[in-house]
């Protein structure tokens, strides 16, 4: 017996977050009963469906991994009330229906970079977990020269919405011209919403564009492959293994 959410998770039917939404909408039923939030099944004896569709476990779509180069202006979702371009829509069709992929956390619609997309409910639960911090590596360009004092103030934690920041990496790349922007390498340990945004703001030094080039050791650029903004690639088994370790 296994919860509900994990099960449509475990499937490729959406993330377990998504799937607590969908338990909670009355869209899911286990033997012609509308399911409840926390309730335990058993795929090999209990009918379970989903709008109407019956799941079995023996349909469980091939298990896919994939490092998609978000470009700007598309949205971290599988769909989108305001009709905006999602990243499923980035995909070939093969990929995005019958596969139940969707984005692991999130880049907001001005960011670009390094998304992961997998149908794999078990992994993505456990990289959007707080306690499994995979680093991340963004470039940011910020308004204005922000002194040292400024950067090692935004290294050790400021507080956002009365909770301090965990400690992070932050490094100067490159002055634009008159000192009116600086790239910076941020890396981080955890992932708010728009952190390194409201964080800039906050100091003082407000992100002009954010591009996150690297989730752990998994970079969008390889010595013999560049993805382009719009593109992907299927993760390689080291790369898989590595987030499957965490």
């Known amino acids: 017996m296994e919860r509900l959410q994990k099960l449509l998770s475990q499937w490729g039917i959406a993330s377990r977050r998504h ?65 905006r371009p999602t990243v499923i829509h980035l995909l070939p069709t093969s990929l995005q229906t019958g596969q139940g992929i969707y984005p692991v956390g999130r880049l907001d619609a001005d960011s670009t970079g390094a998304l992961l997309l997998t149908n794999d409910g078990d992994l993505a639960f456990r990289l959007i977990h707080p306690r499994h911090s995979v680093p991340k590596t963004y470039q940011v360009w910020v308004e204005g020269k922000p002194p040292e004092n400024v950067l090692q103030k935004w290294r050790e934690g400021v507080i956002l919405e009365g909770k301090k920041t965990l400690p992070c990496q932050i490094k100067v790349l490159k002055t634009g011209s008159k000192d009116e922007s600086t790239l910076l390498e941020v890396i981080l340990k955890e992932g708010r919403n728009r952190q390194i945004r409201r964080v ?29 903004p719009g593109e992907y690639r299927y993760l390689t088994n080291v790369e898989i293994n590595f987030l499957q370790s965490r």
């Not at 690297?214 to 390889?222: D, E, Y």
Request: glycine fraction near 8%.
């Open 19 to 83: 799937a607590e939404e969908m338990i909670q909408a009355g869209r899911v039923r286990v033997n012609g009963e509308i399911a409840h939030l926390g309730q335990k099944a058993d795929p090999q004896s209990d009918r379970i469906t989903v709008d109407g569709k019956q799941i079995k476990s023996t349909n469980r779509p091939e298990q896919v991994y994939l490092l998609l180069n978000k470009p700007a202006g598309t949205v971290s979702t599988c769909s989108d009330p305001q009709g």
């Open 200 to 228: 800039a703001e906050q100091l003082g030094y407000p992100v002009i564009q954010l591009h996150r080039s690297a989730i752990g050791p998994i970079q969008l650029q390889l010595p013999n492959q560049r993805l382009l």
